[in-house]
């Protein structure tokens, strides 16, 4: 009786030290991964090549333009409004906008509380005017500056705070193809132009992925799998020797403050399905942090790929927010493991 008492004790315990494993590397693996969610909301119609900024002062993110409607798209000239703690969208219904337009880029101008579009296309023309939103008033007003950038889109643009800046780099023109390498700067108090001339210019194809790095202070730029960096202070381009990059395409490069990384969002080439990456400048890595929880949403194409979408991060709460592209009609969150790196 006592042998049999020991023994069932032997194997009880063995039994909780598997479970403890177990739980140990589920919670290590959960530690790697970005944890998607599709959220419960009113999403607008699909959008293709849209834009969208976060308006810290007001917490909403900001989306205007681009297409609707697979396979046959229609040009949607509106503008939108998302409230994270609500989780609803709102037309905003703005009583002007700028002329419709797709593959433009946004931004927010944190001192003036504005969101800034720069260029884009409608198929007939592209862009080089930029229009600033003012979320409290509901409108839109062209900005008045001097000579512009060539008239663009599918190109890269932030807003730096410290500096009060905006820098636009790359994109092409409306016939297709790579069409510029350039860098400029703007001035965001004076409204004033700047053409910067780099030794080093990174090639560029199109969709532009480019962020900006506030712990490093540096510029970032991810294109035909080759790591950019930028330094403002020298106004010259480096070639980041990294390993391992990803392989993804047409994606969106997003800096987290909480987290002093960047997240890297789009589909993979090799296995045609979406993909989350992080990019530490400190330590000049990648690391895949794609799982394999990424939400069962309704897609209008196959295999599952979104494209031409958009990806914000709200520092505020540290989430991100994703929503647009071909084809897909959803609101997903990624949420970072706080013990991730």
Known sequence: MKNIIIKSTKIFFRGIFVLFLLFTITNCNNQNVGIWTRLSTNSPSMRVSNAMAYDTL???????????????????????AFDYNSKTWTNLKPSNSPPWRTSHSMVY??????????????????????????????????????TPPEARQMHGMVYI????????FGGRSLNGGASFADIWEFNCKTSIWKKLNP????PVSD???????????KLLLFTNSQTWAFNLDTENWTKLHVTNPPDTDHTNFVYSDHHQVSILFGGSK??????????????????????NNFPTINFYENPPVIEHDELVYINDLNVFIQY???????????SLNKHLL
């Open 58 to 80: 007001h917490k909403k993110i900001i989306n205007y333009g681009g297409r609707s409607g697979f396979p046959d798209f229609d040009d949607i000239n509106e503008t939108w």
């Open 109 to 146: 101008d944190e001192l003036r509380h504005k969101v800034l579009i720069f260029g884009g296309g409608d198929f007939s023309k592209v862009f080089n005017d930029l229009w600033e939103y003012d979320y409290s008033k509901n409108t839109w007003t062209k900005r008045s500056t001097n």
């Open 207 to 217: 969709h532009v992925n480019m962020t900006y790095d506030k712990s490093a202070r």
């Open 199 to 202: 030794k080093n210019t990174p």
């Open 270 to 291: 090799g296995t045609r399905k979406m993909s989350t990456w992080t990019f530490n400048y400190s330590e000049n890595s990648w690391t895949d942090i794609t799982s």
């Open 324 to 334: 647009g592209g071909c084809c897909s009609d959803q609101t997903l969150q990624l």
């Open 161 to 168: 705070p410290a500096r009060d800046v905006i820098l636009i």
